[in-house]
């Protein structure tokens, strides 16, 4: 059984950041791919970043260069520093593990905003 639990998120003005954890529980973390995913209103869920095992990575254009993933086996944890945050980085953010299924958090909110 996998569970995953984000905080982090919040009210930030633009130009600010944050960083979202993601903790997650069960064996497989150590040796699965991690992902943060954002769903704002009135849009279908996209990816933001994705981590692999072995800690290549993967971002959206739109993110490219602000933000960051990270992961810490030891601490069964992936991080997503974010900065020169946009009002158009406004989502819930999900973390996920992705498997032969993917795995979802609750999600977290970051309202970027003036």
């Known amino acids: 059984q996998v569970q995953l639990v984000e905080s982090g998120g919040g009210l930030v003005q633009p130009g600010g950041s944050l960083r979202l954890s993601c903790a997650a529980s069960g064996s497989i973390f150590s040796i699965n791919h991690m992902g943060w995913y954002r769903q704002a209103p009135g849009k279908e869920r996209e990816l933001v970043a994705t981590?692999?095992?072995?800690?290549?990575?993967n971002y959206a254009d739109s993110v490219k260069g602000r933000f960051t993933i990270s992961r810490d086996n030891a601490k069964n944890t992936v991080y997503l520093e974010m900065n020169s945050l946009r009002p158009e980085d406004t989502a819930v953010y999900y973390c996920?593990?992705?498997?032969?299924?993917?795995?979802w958090g609750q999600g977290t909110q970051v309202t970027v905003s003036s």
């Open positions: 981590i692999t095992s072995g800690g290549s990575t």
């Open positions: 996920a593990l992705l498997a032969a299924r993917f795995y």
